[in-house]
Structures are given as structure tokens and as C-alpha cells.
């Protein structure tokens, strides 16, 4: 083998290793979440202070580690929460779910995610499953949530 193809073969495989080890750091699209614990629903409409980008119809999920998070208010690792943002459409004195916006996901890994309180964030653009909206690590959505860190970071809550 000469000295460019061991280069050129050495470059590709620390590119596919790169690329196999940032597939796995990042926060997986959750499926199945519709099938999972609905724990509540919201409008978000236009004035509200997170009107950009949130304004629209959200469906809170949770799964099985997350409901028992919701319960007793401590979320072990593997806890994820999702919600589905939608826009929405008013017809005949109605509100309408329409086309989705984005997934906004919450993973509980307190070893993978120390900075951001244990949580990884990520977001999925409309109803794509890769393509992932959050730049930072999760800093800016952590930001918003850092002032529930009583409620270990999380907004929600079941209703009684």
C-alpha cells in the first residue's frame, strides 16, 4: 500500500468515526412518543413572551421514567419528555392542530449532560427526525429552564 492510500484511508476512517460519534452524543429523536404518557396540552397565541418561536398548539409526552418523574418529582436517568408544536388554524369557532412546527426533546443523563443540569435538549425540525435544531448543547433551552431547577428543570406537571 503506498503512502496516500494509507493517508487517504487513515483521513476517511477518523471522518466515519467522527461522524458515528456525533450521531451518538446528541439527543435521539424519541419514537414512538405519541404513545406514551399525554400529560397536558397548551396555546401558546400571539403576544405571549414566547411567541417566537413557540407560538402554537403543544402536546406534552412523557415516558415511563419521565411519568414517574411527574409523580414523585425526581427524574432518573432515562427520563425524556417531548412536546409536539404545531401551528394551528381557527375554523368555524374551532381551533385546529396543523402542520407541526417542531419535537422538542428533554433526556435525563446525568453523567452525558452535567452542565445543563443533567438534562440533554434537542429539537427536530417539523416532522423530520434528523434534522436537529438546537446549536449550543442545549445552553439556550437549559437558560429558560434553569430558573424550575426545583422542579429538576422541568415545566410540567400532571394534573390532579
Known sequence: MTTISSIIITGLLCVMTTFSYAGNDGVAFPEGYRNWLHTKSML???????ENPFQGIHHVY??????????????????????DLLKYEEKDKTIQEGERKLVGVM???SVKYPSTG???????????????????????????????????????????
Open 44 to 50: 401558546i397565541q400571539p403576544g405571549h413572551a414566547l
Open 107 to 109: 433526556h435525563k443523563d
Open 118 to 160: 443533567g438534562w440533554g435538549f434537542e429539537g427536530f425540525a417539523g416532522n423530520s427526525k434528523t434534522e436537529r435544531l438546537v446549536k449550543d448543547g442545549g445552553k439556550s433551552c437549559f437558560g429558560c429552564h434553569e430558573p424550575q431547577k426545583g422542579k429538576d428543570y422541568v415545566f410540567s406537571a400532571l394534573r390532579e
Open 62 to 83: 412523557a415516558n415511563s421514567k419521565a411519568a414517574n418523574g411527574l409523580k414523585t418529582g425526581k427524574y432518573g436517568d432515562g427520563s425524556v419528555l417531548v412536546f
